[in-house]
């Protein structure tokens, strides 16, 4: 099985913030990454697919690099609605694993 | 409006059976593979059963593999999920998504709303 981290596992930072999470595959997954952002009782809702490709609808301060083993989602500039838990997702070995989830909340 | 609705969540003994269903609309069902992800709190998301579009491909996560089985009827554009030997571990929310492609690589763009189920006597 693929095996997926993410670092920090929780963050705290101030609107207007430029936040960083990283994501790391235990083998070379090429870019079958995506990310998602999560709020309480809702369903995840894709943010970034194949490691750097904007989900439509979703703003452009969110953006993603990285291919191999390790990713990052930057959030260029944190605004009130990105409070939330962030998951990475590889799909190179189907029918997926994800990472624990950064939690970002209000410093 | 794309959609997908999940179904047949509920209260189950240890060892018992349930019966899931995603019922979509919105889109041409026949044409996407389809993914079911359950959420726990102590093990956060795991995607547990992959159905290519015509049913014909198939992987499951070793957790659940020999008791669980995806399946979909495209003529009613419904993905189910046939859970047996339920254990306590199987307790979470069940989401189904809509699994798209960018050339190959897969990802979940449209998730349901989740259907809650809890395994216990």
């Known amino acids: 099985d693929i095996q997926m981290t993410q670092s920090p596992s929780s963050l705290s930072a101030s609107v207007g913030d430029r936040v960083s999470i990283t994501c790391r595959a235990s083998q070379n997954i090429d870019t079958y990454l995506n990310w998602y952002q999560q709020k309480p009782g809702k369903a995840p809702n894709l943010l970034i697919f194949?490691?750097?490709n904007l989900h439509g609808g979703v703003p452009s301060r969110f953006s993603g690099s990285g291919s191999g083993t390790d990713f990052t989602l930057i959030i260029s500039s944190l605004q009130p609605d990105d409070y939330a838990t962030y998951y990475c997702q590889q799909t190179y070995s189907l029918p997926s694993t994800f990472g624990p989830g950064t939690k970002v909340d209000i410093k | 409006e794309v959609q997908v609705v999940e179904s047949g969540g509920g209260l189950v003994q240890p060892g018992g059976s349930l019966r899931l269903s995603c019922a979509v609309s919105?889109?041409?069902?026949?044409?996407?593979?389809m993914t079911w992800v359950r959420q726990t709190p102590g093990k956060g998301l795991e995607g547990i059963a992959y159905?290519?579009?015509?049913?014909?491909?198939?992987n499951y996560a070793d957790s659940v593999r020999g008791r669980f089985t995806v399946s979909r009827d495209n003529a009613k554009n419904s993905l189910y999920l046939q859970m047996h030997d339920l254990r306590g571990e199987d307790t979470a929310v069940y989401f189904c998504?809509?699994?798209?492609?960018?050339?190959?690589?897969?990802?979940?763009?449209?998730w349901g709303q989740g259907t809650t189920v809890t395994v216990s006597s």
């Open positions: 919105g889109f041409t069902f026949s044409n996407y593979e």
């Open positions: 194949a490691a750097s």
């Open positions: 998504a809509r699994t798209n492609f960018r050339k190959i690589e897969p990802y979940m763009d449209v």
């Open positions: 159905i290519s579009s015509s049913g014909n491909n198939i």
